[in-house]
């Protein structure tokens, strides 16, 4: 399995793990990764606020480049599969805006190269069975709430599972022995752009997130978002000393898991590097297992 | 007379297909309302718009009408439910035909006039025969033996 | 081919032999090195006189019409455009697809027979104009096949229109001189609807002058008539094999109503190609509320 | 050669202020068969009929041209002055020099005498092609069936009963009744719904013309107006009728128990059961699927427990045929399912109910006595959300139509839930309040003024379960916040939506119906009981949503159709139909999916060529279906099938006159 690889911006920056957990996870799958040469940011919630045009224009040159070298596009971050599956989708409903698009660009490109969510590829495209014959560890002991966040499946032209009550990551997490909670929130928006500017409102709709996971008996949360992650994990404290509460919910990447189970080392998958201590959790899902091993 | 005497006294002449229960209602609509119109136009009675035969329109083009409307119920309206909606597909493609022949393109046309649009009718053949005025007598087509 | 002809002979006899099929419709050599002509096989003996060569261009469809009556089955050879020939008839409910026994041969594309004719034998013979169009050589039904079952021959992926669009771009008296000067020629023979599997009536209006369609004299009026209402009569039914225009003794270029017909009824009422299913609704036998409307 | 009349009427001045009536007249005499041309004040008058029948006979006229106003006008009149002639009544053309000339070329006076010649000519080129057509009469069955025992459908056939014409009602329930019986109460008045109803039921069981069906399905429709042959499937009971008392005992010693229907899986009923106490029939019938006599062959207590030996384990469907004059299809509605709505929860929640269940819950004979108990934990609910607009009004995910009801119904709702549940609060989300009927706004004002209901305008976004809490979020778009309201009950007002088999039953009979399945009327305004079905008439839901009163009225309105059908024992058609040229006619079977009456069948004919007699397919009308539209007619290459009255000939002759 080859594909073009856009890591977006964040994966090198605040989503280092989600890049390290990406890279170890598809190693182990037998999936080659070709990053796209010269990659430009594809302009998420700041371009299409501001012009339509650009905000397709810009994903559109990085499709462009995987079509010319006959690839599908997998994308680890949320916000940049959305922008990516909309310009796709834009071009093959629209000459005319396949037109425009193409003059900015300066590229070709038809909408053949497809944008690929890379939770939408482990969880729907890859075998159940290749996915647990890899499993070395068995996750057993995690009960997740999978969060996917507010834009992964929405809207239903860009989404590929369902908008309201998704299962693509609960059934992932499942072939790696973990359990998943049902809840409520798995697409509520976790408000990770306002913290900063309008923390009252932020915090209250990730209190809200924190305390259903909580609610539901979940002791961690599974996230396919860097924006997200980095929201529900940095600031969880915030959150439990406005509201004083107390949580300590991990905050995981799927891929951190998968490459968990997959017996990669936790280090390499970043999994030191949480807010909310995330190796206590992991040493105890590993000792668990290798207990489970030697009975 | 002379040629251009004719030329002169020409008046177009304009056959228009009207479905019995929207366009030929519409028609007599208008004469209620003692909607004025130009003459030009002769109304031919069918029970339902899918009743017009393209064939027709070919053949009153060979005996010398400059122009023919083929009007019938708004779709949704027909009064057999479904007859407007097949004379649409046969006349989107009859008109293309005859363009591709070469006939003008206002010479063949199709409305959709209801039984209440006394106005539409009034307005449509006045546009239609000012159209045709200005495109002149149709030769196109035209069968010698029928040359009046 | 002489490899597939002799194919073609064994399978012949064999049919008749085991009375798989009381006929077979295929190909023999005509009078002239350049001329196959449709042949009828009702004995095995006879088999022999089959051939295959790239002078089979006769669409063969048309000939079932002729043993629609017959007890048992009739064995015909197909080509991508006699498949679709017989698509044709079955769709019009003229024949039976359980009747006929299709025996399939992927089409390398025919020769063209007027060309080789001018040109003599060992000269470079091109293909024939609807060949060179064709893009189902083979056959898309078929119940015994013969030989490969894809052909060489390399097909557009789309339809070229191009002649229709180049005959839009010109004014309506341009137009219209252009259509006037090919039916001035023509002659009314009516080859073109006698070798037209979509012209399948059992009683065709234009034999009718008392109905008052066409009168009996020749005039450009009547045959611009009979042009279009044949190009209406199988608008959405023309399974494109072009047999029309190739047996017009004048050379009309009747493809270029047709394929007119083609063309708007993809753009108006969706991609259609006649003669591959069957099944499928016929554009003008059908319609869509949500159909364009120009009409207002 | 044909002997034409032609009769110019001035129409006192409407014409002949305009047209000149005597040049016509005149100019009319030489077209080709005209024997006798004349102008007259009043053709329409008894001196100018009396005029145009003389004509006939002195000049021995046999085809007559009127040049006067509108055939939709006049058209009949005349027909019947020539047939006083003697000739046939379709002998006669009418040439429309009023409101198509004179009226509309007032200042025109030459061009519109011209206009006016040209209409004659027209007539006259048609008229000699004329045919003489006969109106056939066929025999009317002095029978109506009426499909659904709702109460539109009780309402048509007691209607129908009373004017003396006998009725079959075809229930597919083992009982009549319908959705009004699982109702508590009915708006705007409160009345009881069962105290309405069951008195109907009764009437219609005990009426001498009226014959129930029930437990009984449509299989087949054949024929046409006043002769429709209907298949019913009588599905097997298990019981006789003829001799069940209806005690009872059978079904409260039958072990095994199941969801009730009737109370949409609130409660249990047997395997061995009648839907509802007040049912009528009042006699059960078997659940075989669920019945374990007939899962296992074991049990079979019920038969050992009747004293009248009425169960019969071996019965069978049977099929029956019946003629009927006349059809009235009420087959109802059913509700929306609303498991495809993610944000209420996909139907998980078990406190989030439908309209319908909420009926059952506060119907004193209902699962819970009356008692307004939510499922999950039977507690009482102190906060009640209504959602309205469920699935209807939606593009996305349900139907775009409104369903019309649901505000009644839930300001009703509303109502009972504060009456019943002392400091309970009711919060509405509505998109919009229609209310239009007789008391209706009124009712909604008392709730929203006197019971203190909570109108919310906003859609609801989520539901999700807190605790034994379902929380409610939502927009109130008139003030632009978010709400958020912690429910312990959340009712659904869920769209009508037609029956999941309304398409199957409309092919069966051949009525058009909607992209929602729902029956079309013959005309919006005008025929809104109609179908274009010749003798199918429509009422209540099955046409679209309705309430009570509509579906009542309608259901009377079906019935008064009916009965004007029933009433004579002969009827005449129209003789303007399709006819096939057998001779040219090929088979090709183009012909039969374009006619929206399916008035035209294939059949096969056998004809004698070269000696051997052989059979074809060919065309055939059946006249009694056809509406005389003539789409037929273009879709036929050979023109081997025509159109009487108007067919390629006369037209062509038509369009010709214009130009010669």
Redesign the interface.
């Known amino acids: 399995m080859k594909y073009a690889y856009f890591p977006g911006c964040s994966l090198s920056s605040t989503g280092i793990e989600y890049e390290m957990s990406t890279q170890e996870t598809a190693k182990a799958l037998g999936m080659e990764l070709w990053e796209i040469p010269e990659w430009n940011c594809c302009g998420a919630s700041s371009a299409h606020l501001t012009d339509h045009l650009l905000a397709l224009a810009l994903p559109a040159r990085n499709m462009a480049i995987a079509e010319e070298a006959g690839l599908d596009v997998v994308i680890p971050c949320a916000a940049c599969y959305a922008r990516c599956k909309a310009v796709e989708l834009a071009v093959t409903e629209s000459k005319e805006m396949k037109a425009s698009i193409e003059e900015i660009i300066e590229r070709k490109y038809e909408g053949k190269s497809k944008a690929r969510a890379l939770l939408d590829i482990l969880a729907n495209d890859i075998e159940r069975a290749a996915i647990k014959e890899k499993v070395s560890h068995n996750l057993k002991g995690l009960k997740a709430a999978c969060y996917y966040g507010c834009l992964l499946v929405r809207p239903q032209a860009t989404g590929f599972d369902d908008l309201e009550d998704p299962q693509s990551m609960d059934r992932l997490l499942h072939n790696l022995g973990a359990e998943t909670v049902d809840w409520a929130f798995k697409t509520e928006c976790c408000g990770a752009s306002h913290p900063t500017t309008k923390s009252e409102v932020g915090l209250k709709m990730m209190d809200r997130i924190l305390a259903a996971a909580k609610e539901a008996g979940a002791n961690c949360i599974v996230a396919a978002c860097p924006l997200c992650l980095n929201n529900l994990d940095m600031r969880q404290g915030q959150a439990e000393k406005e509201y004083n509460q107390k949580y300590d919910l991990p905050v995981f990447y799927f891929t951190e898991l998968t490459g968990l189970a997959f017996g990669v080392d936790p280090t390499k998958l970043g999994l030191n590097k949480h807010f909310v201590d995330a190796m206590g959790m992991v040493n105890q899902v590993l000792k668990a297992d290798s207990r489970r091993g030697t009975a | 007379m002379s040629v251009n005497e004719v030329e002169q006294k020409w008046?177009p002449?304009i056959?228009v297909f009207a479905c019995?229960w929207c366009t030929?209602?519409g028609?007599?609509l208008?004469?209620?309302g003692?909607?004025?119109?130009?003459?030009n136009a002769?109304?031919?009675?069918?029970?339902?718009s899918?009743?017009?035969?393209?064939?027709?329109i070919?053949?009153?083009f060979?005996?010398?009408?400059d122009g023919v409307l083929v009007a019938g119920c708004h779709?949704g309206d027909c009064?057999?439910?479904?007859?407007n909606?097949?004379t649409?597909?046969?006349?989107?493609?009859?008109?293309?035909?005859?363009?591709?022949?070469?006939?003008?393109p206002e010479r063949l046309q199709?409305?959709?006039i209801s039984g209440s649009e006394g106005p539409k009718v009034?307005q449509v053949i006045t546009e239609i025969t000012e159209e045709i005025r200005a495109l002149g007598p149709n030769r196109?087509?035209?069968?010698?033996?029928?040359n009046? | 081919m002489e490899q597939l002809t002799l194919q073609i002979r064994n399978m012949a006899k064999e049919i008749l032999k085991k009375g798989d099929a009381k006929v077979i419709i295929g190909w023999e050599k005509g009078n002239f090195w350049y001329v196959s002509t449709p042949a009828f096989i009702d004995k095995p003996e006879d088999a022999e006189r089959l051939i295959w060569d790239e002078y089979c261009t006769n669409n063969l469809a048309k000939y079932l019409m002729g043993y629609k009556d017959l007890e048992g089955k009739v064995a015909i050879f197909v080509k991508g455009c006699d498949a679709r020939g017989v698509n044709r008839l079955v769709q019009d409910k003229q024949i039976n697809r359980e009747k006929v026994l299709l025996i399939g041969l992927s089409c390398p594309g025919m020769k063209d027979e007027k060309k080789a004719q001018e040109l003599g034998e060992n000269a470079e013979i091109p293909l024939s104009k609807k060949c060179e169009e064709c893009r189902y050589p083979d056959p898309v039904t078929f119940d015994l096949f013969i030989g490969e079952k894809k052909s060489q021959k390399k097909v557009k992926d789309s339809k070229d229109f191009s002649q229709v669009k180049e005959i839009e771009g010109m004014t309506p008296d341009e137009k219209y001189n252009k259509s006037a000067a090919n039916y001035e020629k023509c002659l009314r023979c009516y080859a073109c609807r006698n070798v037209c599997p979509a012209c399948n009536c059992k009683d065709c209006i234009f034999d009718h002058s008392s109905k008052g369609w066409l009168g009996k004299a020749n005039t450009v009026s009547d045959n611009m008539f009979f042009a279009m209402t044949r190009a209406l009569h199988v608008a959405g039914r023309c399974i494109d094999c072009g047999e029309c225009e190739r047996v017009c003794p004048v050379n009309i270029p009747i493809m270029l109503m047709n394929n007119k017909m083609m063309q708007d009824i993809n753009n108006l009422f969706g991609e259609y190609e006649a003669g591959l299913d069957p099944e499928d609704k016929l554009p003008l036998g059908s319609f869509e509320y949500s159909d364009p409307e120009e009409f207002m | 050669m044909k002997r034409v009349g032609v009769f110019v009427c001035h129409c006192g001045t409407n014409i002949a202020g305009v047209v000149d009536c005597a040049k016509v007249a005149e100019v009319a005499k030489d077209f080709p068969g005209v024997e006798y041309s004349v102008d007259y004040k009043y053709m329409c008058s008894e001196p100018g009929q009396e005029m145009i029948k003389k004509a006939i006979k002195d000049n021995r006229l046999d085809r007559v041209v009127v040049a006067s106003c509108s055939p939709r006008m006049h058209e009949t009149t005349f027909r019947k002055c020539v047939e006083g002639g003697g000739l046939n009544a379709y002998f006669v053309e009418m040439a429309n020099i009023r409101e198509h000339c004179s009226w509309v070329h007032m200042n025109e006076k030459e061009k519109a005498t011209e206009k006016a010649i040209d209409l004659v000519k027209m007539a006259v080129a048609k008229v000699i092609k004329n045919a003489p057509l006969q109106k056939a009469t066929i025999p009317v069955t002095d029978r109506a069936l009426v499909i659904g025992g709702g109460i539109a459908g009780i309402q048509a056939a007691i209607d129908i009963a009373n004017a003396g014409h006998i009725v079959d009602i075809v229930e597919r329930d083992p009982s009549i009744g319908g959705k009004m019986a699982q109702i508590d109460k009915t708006f705007p008045t409160l009345d009881c719904s069962a105290c309405i109803l069951t008195p109907k039921m009764v009437e219609a069981s005990s009426h001498p013309n009226i014959n129930l069906i029930t437990y009984s399905e449509i299989e087949k429709v054949e024929g046409f107006v006043g002769n429709f042959n209907v298949t019913i499937r009588k599905k097997a009971r298990s019981v006789n009728m003829d001799v069940c008392t209806g005690c009872g005992v059978c079904m409260e010693k039958c072990p095994s128990k199941v969801d009730s229907e009737f109370e949409l899986a609130m409660s249990k009923r047997r395997a061995i059961y009648t839907p509802f106490p007040q049912a009528i029939p009042n006699k059960p019938v078997i659940d075989r699927v669920n019945c374990t006599y007939f899962k296992t062959g074991k049990c079979g207590i019920c038969q050992k427990v009747c004293m009248a030996g009425a169960v019969d384990y071996s019965q069978e469907d049977k099929f029956v045929v019946t003629r009927y004059g006349a059809i009235v299809v009420a087959t109802g509605f059913e509700l929306f399912d609303y498991s495809v709505y993610g944000e209420y929860g996909y139907g998980k929640y078990p406190d989030v109910i439908t309209g319908l269940q909420f009926e059952r819950l506060v119907n004193a004979s209902g699962p819970t006595m009356g008692k307004i108990k939510r499922p999950s934990d039977h507690k009482e609910p102190k906060n009640v959300v209504f959602i309205k607009c469920v699935g209807s009004r939606d593009v996305a995910k349900g139907k775009s139509y409104c369903s019309k009801a649901c505000c009644m119904y839930t300001a009703k709702h509303a109502t009972l839930v504060s009456e019943k549940i002392k400091d309970s609060n009711v919060y509405i989300f509505y998109m919009d309040v229609r209310t239009a009927g007789k008391g209706y706004d009124e009712f909604y004002n008392r709730t929203r003024e006197q019971y203190e209901a909570n109108y919310i305008r906003g859609r609801v976004s989520k539901i999700y379960q807190k605790g034994d809490k379902l929380i409610v979020r939502g927009e109130d778009t008139l003030i632009s916040r978010p709400v958020e309201v912690e429910a312990d009950l959340v009712v659904l007002a869920t769209a009508m939506v037609a029956q999941p088999d309304a398409a199957k039953l409309a092919q069966k009979i051949g009525i058009g119906y909607d992209k929602d399945d729902l029956y079309t009327e013959a005309h919006p305004k005008l025929a809104p009981v109609e179908t274009h079905t010749q003798g199918v008439y429509l009422a209540g839901a099955c046409q679209g949503p309705k309430d009570i009163p509509e579906s009542v009225a309608q259901g009377s309105a079906a019935a008064a159709k009916v009965c004007g059908l029933l009433s004579k024992s002969e009827m005449l058609t129209e003789p303007i139909v399709s006819e096939v040229d057998e001779r040219a006619c090929a088979g090709c079977e183009m012909c039969v999916p374009i006619c929206p009456y399916t008035a035209i069948e294939m059949k096969t004919i056998s004809e004698r060529v070269h000696g051997k007699m052989l059979e074809r397919k060919v065309a055939s009308v059946n006249s009694g279906l056809c509406q005389g539209c003539g789409a037929c007619t273009v879709t036929c290459r050979s023109a081997a099938i025509n159109l009487k009255h108007f067919t390629d000939e006369q037209i062509l002759a038509e369009v010709n006159a214009l130009c010669l």
């Not at chain 2, 899918?50 to 027709?56: D, L, S, T």
């Not at chain 2, 009064?79 to 007859?83: F, L, R």
């Not at chain 2, 087509?141 to 029928?146: A, E, G, S």
């Open positions: 008046e002449k056959l019995n030929y209602a028609a007599d208008a004469g209620l003692r909607l004025q119109y130009p003459p002769r109304i031919l009675r069918v029970p339902c899918g009743r017009v035969n393209p064939q027709f070919i053949k009153a060979q005996r010398g009408v779709p009064h057999y439910t479904t007859g909606y097949f649409r597909r046969r006349f989107l493609l009859m008109r293309r035909l005859m363009e591709y022949m070469g006939m003008e199709n409305r959709w009034q196109k087509l035209r069968d010698d033996q029928w009046n």
